[in-house]
């Protein structure tokens, strides 16, 4: 899966606390744009990532179906709906330059501590999801360490400019960690700024999306044998 971009724009905006009516989104293979000059909220991440799988599908009539659809995300103090658009040649006139145009980020999910260029988080799984943990972190390119602590250990990620290079769960490493954190539900996580300088030219574990789609892949069909 390569090359592949769609745009959405926001057509009906109610109490949203990071965007507003006609502001835009852009999804491609590796990660999710936000071209209006606002935060990249979370809950918004997910339900874009979640849609890749239906829009890189090949099916044609499938495809204009979905460019009449109407999206909802929801799911904190507001809702959003909006749909996939052509977006415009100038894309200038969607970057916002006034600081006052921009709305602030909510604390109410994540809590973040920033020092200079050191940033640290904290929240509940319950709250993020850890594909949605993953994916932000690698889409705002962080060097650094995710942990998370659920029910049956710690899993430990490391990111490098946003790429995952290693990962550990109790005997599983790598992908094989990835692919079994996913599903999880509970518990807590923190990321701390920074890797040794050992790790700073380890290679990635592959494709960032790639990975992430196989490790739902993987959850799907474990989820069918299970029922």
């Known amino acids: 899966m390569t090359n592949f971009s769609v745009a959405f724009r926001v057509i009906n905006e109610?109490?949203?606390?990071?965007?507003?009516?006609?502001?835009?989104?852009?999804?491609?293979?590796?990660?999710?744009?936000?071209?209006?000059?606002?935060?990249?909220?979370?809950?918004?991440?997910?339900?874009?990532?979640?849609l890749l799988f239906t829009l890189t599908a090949d099916d044609e009539s499938d495809q204009a179906e979905l460019r009449r659809k109407v999206f909802n995300c929801g799911g904190c103090t507001g809702l959003i709906k909006f749909q996939i658009d052509d977006l415009p040649e100038d894309t200038s006139s969607l970057s916002y330059d006034s600081e006052e145009s921009k709305r602030a980020p909510r604390k109410d999910t994540v809590?973040?501590?920033?020092?200079?260029?050191?940033?640290?988080?904290?929240?509940?799984?319950?709250?993020?999801?850890?594909?949605?943990?993953?994916?932000?972190?690698?889409?705002?390119?962080?060097?650094?360490?995710?942990?998370?602590?659920?029910?049956?250990?710690?899993?430990?990620v490391a990111f490098r400019e946003g790429a995952i290079i290693g990962a550990r769960y109790g005997e599983k490493e790598d992908k094989d960690a990835i692919f079994s954190i996913l599903?999880?539900?509970?518990?807590?996580?923190?990321?701390?700024?920074?890797?040794?300088?050992?790790?700073?030219?380890?290679?990635?574990?592959?494709?960032?999306?790639?990975?992430?789609?196989?490790?739902?892949?993987r959850l799907d069909e474990s989820g069918s044998e299970d029922g």
């Open 14 to 50: 109610r109490n949203c606390p990071f965007y507003g009516d006609n502001d835009w989104f852009v999804l491609t293979d590796q990660s999710v744009h936000v071209l209006s000059g606002r935060p990249s909220c979370l809950i918004l991440v997910r339900e874009l990532t979640n």
């Open 111 to 156: 809590q973040g501590k920033q020092k200079k260029s050191t940033v640290m988080l904290s929240g509940s799984i319950e709250e993020i999801s850890p594909s949605e943990l993953l994916q932000f972190f690698h889409m705002h390119q962080k060097t650094g360490k995710l942990l998370l602590d659920i029910p049956s250990g710690t899993v430990r």
């Open 183 to 217: 599903g999880e539900k509970t518990g807590m996580f923190r990321f701390v700024s920074g890797i040794p300088e050992s790790l700073m030219e380890v290679e990635a574990l592959g494709d960032f999306m790639m990975i992430i789609m196989e490790g739902y892949r």
